[in-house]
């Protein structure tokens, strides 16, 4: 059977019959993992997908902000640099957010 196991240094989560040998992250030891109960378990596996688009959305609004930062080098027009500068801190907003809701998440163990 599949189970969880958390290690103790890194907090790295592996999914395995049992712990590995060594901490694919940080190198650990076998003895620094602590196997998550099934509340811990369905925590993390109920939120991957979520935890996956909130990444993505962060991902999605970085490459806003660079487009606008080209834009407003391009420095056609006034209006279009005030949209551009906009549209750059509102998506700042947005990937703030996501990354608020992930640290939410890894704080209640839905990482």
Known sequence: MVKLFKCSVCRFVYEGEESPDICPKCGAPREKFDELTE???NKIYS???TNDIHMEIVQLA???IRLCEE???I???PPCVSLFN???KEAWIIKQRSKAELEGHMTK???
Do not use: T, V
């Open 71 to 73: 834009g407003i080098e």
């Open 47 to 49: 939120s991957d997908r």
């Open 109 to 111: 163990g839905k990482f």
């Open 75 to 77: 420095d056609l027009d």
């Open 39 to 41: 509340e811990q378990a």
């Open 86 to 88: 906009k549209a750059k």
């Open 62 to 64: 970085m490459r806003i």
